[in-house]
């Protein structure tokens, strides 16, 4: 379940009571007459089944709390409570099936920003990319697809494309436009350091072949894409995600970046077209699989709320 709290000027309270009491997914609904301060108002709680949650932030938004106060939600991990129960049983569909669209944007967005912290974690997963190509270290190969953040922009693009939020798309598409070609210079420079000071070569380099995987571009780079995009947005828009959906996500982003720097310190101008192009590809498989995800599960929800049947597919 899911923690809702409105603050709304006086005139609107009973509005958003009644909104609140009027659907059987809301329980615990109280009221604080006069505790809101700055916007002036009253506070409004309530707990909320996570498949209700979208119309019932709809039904508030309509009155506009969104502008005249505000609205905030919480995810609760434990609720030990018989209505608790008893709204969730109540509210149409399942809570693994239900997409929070406003949590998404808001989550999508905040992950989208072009800002230190993403850079350095980008910048940090390149290295260690162009690391594990150097010492032929598959375990470090996958650190970096740990550690890089690109999925965050990856999903604004999917769900600013599928809302028409061109905002996010813009957003999202300039921290990957600046964020990964200044990544690959840093970890470009950091490799001609490297080169110099002879901690590797171009023989050693080339005689590793167990990562050879990250500048092969073939038809299961696409595919491979492709499930990673859906994978990774079914867990953005669930209330159920896998630990190792990151790592995922980030199989062939990442690595060929810092493959792609390495192999431009050697010369090999052929890898390192290989490894950009293997790069896109992953870039681009990723988004048209997560809009596609993404769209179909914004379908099902709208047949669902106008009780219209759902296709078996």
Not at 56 to 67: F, K, Q, S, Y
Not at 138 to 153: D, L, N
């Given at each position: 379940?899911l923690?809702?709290r409105?603050?709304c000027?006086?005139?609107h309270?009973?509005?958003?009571?009644a909104?609140?009491?009027?659907?059987?997914g809301?329980?615990?609904?109280?009221l604080?007459?006069?505790?809101?301060?700055d916007?002036?108002?009253d506070?409004?709680?309530?707990?909320?089944?996570?498949?209700?949650?979208?119309?019932v932030?709809?039904?508030?938004?309509g009155?506009?709390?969104?502008r005249?106060?505000?609205?905030t939600?919480?995810q609760i991990?434990?609720?030990?409570?018989?209505?608790a129960d008893?709204a969730?049983?109540?509210a149409p569909?399942?809570a693994?099936?239900?997409?929070v669209?406003?949590?998404?944007?808001?989550?999508?967005?905040?992950?989208?920003?072009?800002n230190?912290?993403?850079q350095?974690?980008?910048?940090?997963?390149?290295?260690?990319?162009a690391?594990?190509v150097?010492t032929n270290?598959?375990?470090?190969?996958?650190?970096?697809m740990?550690?890089?953040?690109?999925?965050?922009?990856?999903a604004?693009i999917?769900?600013?494309?599928?809302?028409r939020?061109w905002?996010?798309?813009r957003?999202?598409?300039?921290?990957l436009a600046?964020?990964?070609?200044?990544?690959?210079?840093?970890?470009?420079?950091?490799?001609v350091?490297g080169?110099?000071?002879?901690?590797?070569d171009?023989d050693m380099v080339l005689a590793?072949h167990q990562?050879d995987?990250?500048f092969?571009?073939?038809p299961?780079?696409?595919?491979?894409?492709?499930?990673?995009?859906?994978?990774?947005m079914?867990s953005?828009?669930s209330?159920?995600s896998a630990?190792?959906?990151?790592?995922f996500i980030?199989?062939?982003?990442?690595p060929?970046?810092g493959?792609a720097?390495?192999?431009?310190?050697?010369?090999e101008?052929?890898?390192?077209g290989?490894s950009?192009?293997?790069?896109?590809v992953n870039?681009?498989?990723?988004v048209?699989?997560?809009?596609?995800?993404l769209?179909?599960r914004?379908?099902?929800?709208r047949m669902?709320a106008?009780?219209r049947?759902?296709?078996n597919?």
């Amino acid at each position: 379940m899911l923690h809702l709290r409105a603050v709304c000027p006086v005139d609107h309270t009973d509005q958003v009571l009644a909104a609140l009491k009027e659907h059987p997914g809301v329980t615990h609904v109280v009221l604080l007459r006069g505790a809101a301060i700055d916007p002036a108002g009253d506070v409004v709680e309530a707990d909320i089944a996570r498949e209700a949650t979208d119309e019932v932030v709809a039904a508030l938004c309509g009155l506009g709390i969104d502008r005249t106060g505000g609205v905030t939600l919480e995810q609760i991990d434990t609720a030990l409570s018989d209505a608790a129960d008893r709204a969730e049983e109540a509210a149409p569909g399942e809570a693994a099936d239900a997409v929070v669209w406003e949590e998404l944007i808001s989550r999508t967005g905040e992950e989208s920003r072009l800002n230190a912290t993403f850079q350095s974690f980008l910048t940090i997963a390149c290295l260690l990319a162009a690391v594990g190509v150097v010492t032929n270290s598959p375990v470090t190969i996958v650190g970096a697809m740990v550690v890089g953040p690109e999925f965050g922009p990856l999903a604004a693009i999917a769900v600013g494309s599928v809302l028409r939020r061109w905002d996010l798309v813009r957003r999202a598409s300039a921290a990957l436009a600046i964020g990964f070609p200044l990544a690959m210079v840093i970890t470009f420079a950091a490799a001609v350091v490297g080169s110099y000071t002879g901690l590797f070569d171009r023989d050693m380099v080339l005689a590793a072949h167990q990562v050879d995987f990250v500048f092969q571009v073939g038809p299961f780079s696409l595919i491979v894409a492709l499930l990673a995009g859906a994978a990774g947005m079914l867990s953005m828009t669930s209330a159920k995600s896998a630990a190792l959906v990151g790592v995922f996500i980030s199989v062939t982003t990442v690595p060929a970046a810092g493959y792609a720097a390495i192999a431009a310190v050697l010369g090999e101008w052929a890898i390192c077209g290989q490894s950009v192009l293997q790069l896109a590809v992953n870039l681009v498989g990723i988004v048209v699989a997560a809009s596609v995800v993404l769209a179909l599960r914004r379908r099902r929800g709208r047949m669902a709320a106008t009780g219209r049947p759902l296709s078996n597919g």
